[in-house]
C-alpha cells in the first residue's frame, strides 16, 4: 500500500522588483540587503527608469519581467531589511493573497532606530500647505500591525497574479506618487485588505531627490493622481469632485488622465466583488487639512467597519505575538500538551504559541 504524501506548504519564486534611476546612491547596499533578507530561490530584478518614466511604470517592467515568480516584492532603491523580512513576507502573501507591507523605520539614517510605522490610511482630500492631492495616503494611526487602509513604507509584497487580474495598475501611472493608493484601493475591491506585517524594514527618508526633476515630471506626478481619480472613482459625482478638487492647483501641460493602461485598470476594478462606495464607506478616511481633519472626523471615522484581515474571517488560533488568526486544520503544531493544549510556531512571525484544546473540536 501506497504511503499517503504529507501535504507540504505552498512552494513558489519571490520576485522583488527595485526601480532607480541615475543618480541614486544608495543602490548597491539595498540590493545587498534585499538578497539576505530573501531566499536563495528568490530573483531581484534592479530595473533602471531611463526615460524618466517614474517609479511606477518602471516597477510594472520588472513585475512583467518577473514572469516566473508567483509573488513580487516592490522595493524603494534606498532600504535595508531585517533579517529574513522579505522571505516571511513572502510565504504570507503566498498562503494568504494578501497585498502586505512590511512594519517600517523612516528616517534620515536609513537604519532601525526611532519609531516604527505601521501602514497606512487614505483620506477623501488632503491639503497639505499649499498642496492638495485627492485620495491620498497617510501613516497609519495605529502602533502594532494588521489589517489597514493602504500600505506604505516603500516595501509591498502581492501575488503576481492578482496584480494582472486587477488591471496592471501601476503601467497606468505615468508619473511619481500614488503606487500605495493604486494597488490598495484595487486589493479592497478585489475582496483582500491591505496589511501591515510585524517584519521590519528601514527607509531613508530623503528632504530632496538626488537628482534634478523637470518640469515635465512633475507634470507627470499630477497626472499620476489625476489617473486614479478616473480609474477607482465609478460613481460620476465623486469623480468630478475629486478631479475638481485636483485640478484647482494643478500647473498647465499636465497630460491627459486616460491612457489605454488607465482604461485596462478601471474595467478590470468594475469587474471586481467589492465597489467604489462601499469602498469610499467603509475605508476612506474624511478630508483632512495641514494634518487635522473636520470636527465630526471622528465620529464618521467610528462608525466605520473594522478594516477586516483577509485572516480573520477565519474561526481559528490566533497568535498573541502578531496577532494574525490560523486556520488550525492548517497551522503546524510542534508539541501536544497532556490537557490537549497544542503549541504552534506562528508561520508570519516565526515566534511560539499554545492554542486552547476545546472538547468540541
Not at 516584492?73 to 503566498?94: E, Q
Not at 502581492?158 to 508619473?175: E, I, N, V
Not at 465630526?296 to 462608525?303: D, L, Q, R, V
Request: hydrophobic share 35%; charged share 25%; glycine share 8%.
Amino acid at each position: 500500500m501506497a504511503k499517503k504524501k504529507k501535504a507540504s506548504s505552498p512552494r513558489g519564486k519571490l520576485g522583488i522588483v527595485c526601480a532607480w534611476r541615475k543618480g541614486e546612491t544608495d543602490l548597491s547596499a539595498t540590493l545587498e540587503s534585499a538578497g539576505a533578507s530573501a531566499t536563495k530561490t528568490s530573483r531581484i530584478y534592479a530595473v533602471e527608469d531611463t526615460d524618466a518614466q517614474g517609479p511606477a511604470r518602471t516597477r510594472h517592467r520588472g513585475i512583467g519581467a518577473a514572469a516566473d515568480c508567483d509573488v513580487i516584492a516592490i522595493i524603494d532603491s534606498h532600504m535595508r531589511f531585517r533579517g529574513k523580512s522579505l522571505a516571511a513576507m513572502a510565504r504570507h502573501v503566498r498562503t494568504s493573497g494578501a497585498l502586505a507591507c512590511a512594519t517600517v523605520y523612516h528616517n534620515g539614517n536609513c537604519s532601525f532606530t526611532g519609531g516604527a510605522y505601521h501602514g497606512g490610511r487614505i483620506v477623501y482630500r488632503a491639503k497639505d500647505g499649499n498642496q492638495k492631492n485627492a485620495l491620498a495616503v497617510k501613516w497609519s494611526r495605529e502602533s502594532t500591525p494588521g489589517a489597514r487602509g493602504a500600505v506604505i513604507g516603500a516595501c509591498y509584497v502581492f501575488p503576481r497574479a492578482w496584480y494582472y487580474k486587477a488591471g496592471q495598475p501601476l503601467a497606468a501611472l505615468p508619473g511619481w506618487g500614488c503606487d500605495e493608493e493604486s494597488l490598495s484601493i484595487s486589493a479592497w475591491l478585489s475582496g483582500i485588505a491591505a496589511e501591515c506585517l510585524p517584519h521590519e524594514c528601514a527607509h531613508l527618508y530623503r528632504d530632496r531627490a538626488p537628482w534634478t526633476v523637470t518640469r515635465a515630471e512633475h507634470a507627470n506626478a499630477h497626472a499620476s493622481r489625476m489617473a486614479l481619480i478616473h480609474a477607482v472613482a465609478s460613481e460620476i459625482n465623486a469623480r468630478r469632485e475629486l478631479e475638481s478638487w485636483q485640478r484647482s492647483w494643478v500647473p498647465e501641460g499636465v497630460p491627459p488622465c486616460t491612457s489605454a493602461e488607465g482604461e485596462r485598470w478601471r474595467k478590470a476594478l468594475l469587474k471586481m466583488p467589492r465597489k467604489w462606495r462601499d469602498w469610499l464607506r467603509e475605508v476612506c478616511e474624511p478630508d483632512e487639512i495641514d494634518g487635522a481633519q473636520a470636527e465630526n472626523a471622528e465620529e464618521k471615522n467610528a462608525k466605520r467597519r473594522p478594516i477586516q484581515n483577509p485572516t480573520s474571517n477565519i474561526h481559528g488560533a490566533k497568535c498573541p505575538h502578531c496577532q494574525a488568526i490560523h486556520d488550525p486544520k492548517k497551522l503546524k503544531v510542534t508539541h501536544t500538551y497532556a490537557n490537549g493544549n497544542r503549541r504552534h510556531k506562528c508561520p508570519i512571525c516565526e515566534n511560539n504559541f499554545i492554542s486552547m484544546f476545546h472538547a468540541t473540536e
